[in-house]
C-alpha cells in the first residue's frame, strides 16, 4: 500500500459513520503510511477497546501486510488529516463492513481492490478484523462505497 501524493489524490468519498468505521480508517491510515508496528495506531486500538485491544490490532496488521502482499496494484491511501477517503479505502471499508453479512460482495469489492482474483486471504483477514470489532463493541457499520 502507497500513501498517495496530496495533491494526485482523489477523494471522491466521504468519511464513514460510525465510531467502528473511523477507527478502522485511522489505524488503516496510520499503518499504511508509518507501519504496521505504529505507535499512534496502537494506541488508537488501545483507547478504543481497552485490554482487549491485542486482538484487533494483531488481525489489522494481518490484513494489512496480507492486502500488501497480494494486491497486483498499487492501493491508494490518504493521510490521516484528510476529511474525506479515497476510492481504494472505500472499497475496503466497504468489504469490511458487508464482509461478514455478505462475503460473496465482499470478495468482489476486495477483488477489485487488489487488481485481482486472488482475495480469498485478504478477505478472510477483513472478516477476522470485522468479527473482533463487532466483538468487542465497536462495530464496522454497513458501508456502501457508491
Do not use: W
Amino acid at each position: 500500500m502507497t500513501p498517495a501524493e496530496p495533491s494526485s489524490l482523489d477523494q471522491p468519498r466521504s468519511l464513514p459513520g460510525g465510531y467502528g468505521n473511523r477507527l478502522f480508517l485511522y489505524v488503516m491510515r496510520r499503518m499504511a503510511t508509518a507501519g504496521v508496528n505504529d505507535a499512534h495506531a496502537a494506541n488508537a486500538m488501545l483507547g478504543a477497546f481497552g485490554r482487549s485491544y491485542r486482538r484487533p490490532l494483531v488481525l489489522m496488521r494481518a490484513m494489512m501486510l496480507e492486502l500488501a502482499r497480494s494486491s497486483s496494484r498499487k492501493i491508494l491511501i490518504a493521510p490521516c488529516c484528510c476529511s474525506r477517503m479515497t476510492t481504494d479505502e472505500a472499497l475496503m471499508m466497504q468489504a469490511a463492513s458487508c464482509s461478514l453479512r455478505s462475503p460473496r460482495t465482499a470478495y468482489d469489492a476486495v477483488a477489485t481492490l487488489l487488481g485481482n482474483d486472488h482475495a480469498l486471504g485478504a478477505l478472510t483477514c477483513l472478516q477476522a478484523v470485522s468479527q473482533a470489532h463487532s466483538d468487542l463493541g465497536r462495530p464496522l457499520d454497513l458501508y456502501a462505497a457508491g
